[in-house]
């Protein structure tokens, strides 16, 4: 059974940063850093929307939104996906979802529907 545990989470103003983790459960040794991994956020009224994501290559990807502003990155030995955001904007509100999957996966998805694993979700908070 897979778990997903997000941390990081709080209130900030316009500018500055915050920096999310999430500890994945129930892979094997190994088998973690060949699958999808990624973040998704979902803002109150609004779909929820991929914003970064890595697969087996390692290169992250990233929506449009975000590029630039934030880092994805996996550590495959603790099985912790990170997410760095930098220069935030209030339409980064949101609440956080970490989420992954068990098919191999070459370079990241955005696509919501290749996604069974979900965390619990950590809210982000930005002020002007």
């Known amino acids: 059974q897979v778990q997903l545990v997000e941390s990081g989470g709080g209130s900030v103003q316009a500018g500055e940063s915050l920096k999310l983790s999430c500890v994945a459960s129930g892979y094997a040794d190994g088998e973690y850093s060949d699958y999808c991994r990624a973040w998704f956020r979902q803002a109150p009224g609004k779909e929820r929307e991929g914003v970064a994501s890595?697969?087996?290559?390692?290169?992250?990807i990233y929506a449009d939104s975000v590029k630039g502003r934030f880092t994805a990155s996996s550590d495959s030995g603790n099985r912790t996906l990170y997410l760095e955001m930098n220069n935030m904007e209030p339409g980064d509100s949101a609440i956080y979802y970490c989420t992954a999957n068990r098919l191999y996966c070459h370079g990241g998805s955005l696509w919501i529907r290749d996604y069974p694993f979900w965390g619990q979700g950590t809210q982000v908070t930005v002020s002007s």
């Open positions: 890595i697969g087996a290559n390692g290169l992250p």
